[in-house]
């Protein structure tokens, strides 16, 4: 398993660089051991972070609910957990993630 996610009790922990203001919200391989992901939501007042999570929740098919920002709020490093479903467990997810990584969707 790569290390930029690690399988967790009860779901995934990723390790994301965000980079705000991109013109196209969309996962862009791994820098730094850590998944990239641009967001074309600015860094304010929470924008990137709410962008962040709807784009996971799309991305995984996971409610918004399911996805937390555990730490990074203020930095574009992330620690993101991923909580599976009945329908996307967490085996699916993680195969998700990592065509994320590799650029696929």
């Given at each position: ?53 709807a784009f996971f929740s799309k991305a995984l098919g996971v409610p918004k609910s399911n996805v937390s920002i555990v730490s990074g709020l203020s ?31």
């Open positions: 398993m790569a290390k930029y996610v690690q399988e967790k009790p009860g779901g995934l922990l990723l390790r994301v660089v965000v980079q705000p203001r991109a013109s196209k919200t969309q996962a862009a391989g791994l820098l730094d051991g850590a998944l990239k992901v641009r967001l074309a939501a600015p860094p304010v007042e929470g924008a990137a972070n709410k962008a962040l999570a930095s574009r490093r992330k620690a993101i957990f991923i909580e599976p479903t009945q329908s996307r467990p967490a085996a699916a997810l993680l195969d998700a993630v990592e065509s994320l990584a590799r650029g696929k969707k």
